[in-house]
T-cell receptor
Framework: DAMVIQNPRYQVTQFGKPVTLSCSQT?????MYWYQQKSSQAPKLLFH???????NEADTPDNFQSRRPNTSFCFLDIRSPGLGDAAMYLCATSRGNEQFFGPGTRLTVL | DQQVKQNSPSLSVQEGRISILNCDYTNSMFDYFLWYKKYPAEGPTFLIS?????DKNEDGRFTVFLNKSAKHLSLHIVPSQPGDSAVYFCAASESPGSARQLTFGSGTQLTVLP
């Protein structure tokens, strides 16, 4: 089945220790997104790629970076995680109007 | 400033009855609206959508209504089933530059009681 895969599903890191979350897709969609979702809040868009073009949301902290080495993969790098970065991170893809989400990675910062 | 609001964090409904989930928006540039369903430990799953040129879209037990003048949309589920218990997110987008960007509401937890 075509899908969006996120690894790991659960990630624990220490305060200030860099962490990378990964996303892959078999849908061959040209757009990929990263969202941050905190408990009982709306998913918040961090950035997206349209093919290789990177689009950063204005309020996304510099602490968050992303890489998309090819169509299938996209990475979220958190350079120095703080306690406030603990959240669910959702990857999504789209080709048209709808977005297709992965299961998310739950990040815990100790 | 929340552009998409779901004012009811939770809703309980008896099995077989109608569930009505509501969503309000403030940005008049939004032209496409979607509902997503989310189970615990899973990502949101697309459920149904509506374009601003329509006022109703139906798919099986799910119907979305759009009232552009009131900037309000609602999702009706009838009859409700226990498997419908999930968090429902309303989302909206406006004509994109390069890609559709969704603005989400904070979600409504629907519980369907057997």
């Amino acid at each position: 089945d075509a899908m969006v895969i996120q690894n790991p599903r659960y990630q624990v890191t220490q305060f200030g220790k860099p962490v990378t979350l990964s996303c892959s897709q078999t849908l061959n969609h040209n757009v990929m997104y990263w969202y941050q979702q905190k408990s009982s809040q709306a998913p918040k868009l961090l950035f997206h790629y349209y093919d290789k073009d990177f689009n950063n949301e204005a309020d996304t902290p510099d602490n968050f970076q992303s890489r998309r080495p090819n169509t299938s993969f996209c990475f979220l790098d958190i350079r120095s995680p703080g306690l406030g970065d603990a959240a669910m991170y959702l990857c999504a893809t789209s080709r048209g109007n709808e977005q297709f989400f992965g299961p998310g990675t739950r990040l815990t910062v100790l | 400033d929340q552009q998409v609001k779901q004012n009811s964090p939770s809703l309980s409904v008896q099995e077989g009855r109608i569930s009505i989930l509501n969503c309000d928006y403030t940005n008049s540039m939004f032209d496409y609206f979607l509902w997503y369903k989310k189970y615990p430990a899973e990502g949101p799953t697309f459920l149904i959508s509506i374009s601003s040129i329509k006022d109703k879209n139906e798919d099986g037990r799910f119907t979305v209504f759009l009232n552009k003048s009131a900037k309000h949309l609602s999702l009706h589920i009838v009859p409700s089933q226990p498997g419908d218990s999930a968090v429902y997110f309303c989302a909206a987008s406006e004509s994109p530059g390069s890609a559709r960007q969704l603005t989400f509401g904070s979600g409504t937890q629907l519980t369907v009681l057997p």
